[in-house]
């Protein structure tokens, strides 16, 4: 059974403290995503690796970085974090950046 | 910009009742997918459209890809408690990438 997972379910942070989103896949994927997910908006793609090292921005990377070290695992940072990056976090792994993507429980962060 | 638009936003029902939902674009995509997601968990794969004009049955779920692949459809007959959730369509887009469309939130009552 395929299977994403991330390192926690709620998070609350302070304004200003940095973030990490800790997201591990054990299907040898080489594609992994980083979302956000806000009611009415759908999913957003913060940022996308195709490759252990390689990154590609998504559509809303402001504010946000990225690593990949080891193919099954894909960080998400909040250098510095803002009340506008309280959401719900969702990583995701697939084959191929436009085929099925297999999807975590989702972080969700809350910015005080 | 590619965009999928997902009507309508919410849906509440009875059980038993039949509802459609919709997912509308002016681009045309390669293929497109739809996921159910359940509270407090991500996103599940249900289905993938690629042809113009397909029609894919998953029990009680029929999705069809309209015929010029700019549009689809997800229809459930006689729905049940158990298919509350929020239903997202995908598209596969030209920058090759999936772009989501906002999603329908489904109630079922019992």
């Known amino acids: 059974d395929v299977k994403v997972t991330q390192s926690s379910r709620y998070l609350v942070k302070r304004t200003g403290e940095k973030v990490f989103l800790e997201c591990v896949q054990d299907?040898?994927?080489?594609?992994m995503f980083w979302y956000r997910q806000d009611p009415g908006l759908g999913l957003r793609l913060i940022y996308f690796?195709?490759?252990?090292?390689?990154?590609e921005k998504g559509d809303i990377p402001e504010g946000y970085s990225v690593s990949r070290e080891k193919k099954e695992r894909f960080s998400l940072i909040l250098e510095s974090a803002s009340t506008n990056q309280t959401s719900m976090y969702l990583c995701?792994?697939?084959?191929?950046?436009?085929?099925?993507?297999?999807f975590g429980p989702g972080t969700r962060l809350l910015v005080l | 910009t590619q965009l999928l638009e997902q009507s309508p936003q919410f849906l509440s029902i009875q059980e038993g009742e039949n509802l459609t939902v919709y997912c509308n674009s002016s681009?045309?995509?390669?293929?497109l997918q739809w996921y159910r997601q359940e509270p407090g968990e991500g996103p599940v794969l249900l289905v993938t459209?690629?042809?113009?004009?397909e029609v894919k049955k998953l029990k009680r779920l029929t999705f069809q890809f309209g015929d010029a692949r700019k549009d689809s459809s997800l229809h459930i007959t006689a729905a049940q408690p158990g298919d509350t959730g929020l239903y997202l369509c995908?598209?596969?887009?030209?920058?090759?990438?999936?772009?989501f469309g906002q999603g329908t939130t489904l109630q079922v009552k019992p």
């Open positions: 690796s195709y490759d252990v090292k390689m990154k």
């Open positions: 995908a598209g596969a887009s030209n920058t090759g990438k999936l772009i």
């Open positions: 459209v690629v042809t113009g004009g």
């Open positions: 995701a792994s697939g084959v191929a950046a436009r085929e099925t993507q297999y």
């Open positions: 299907m040898d994927h080489e594609n």
């Open positions: 681009s045309v995509f390669s293929s």
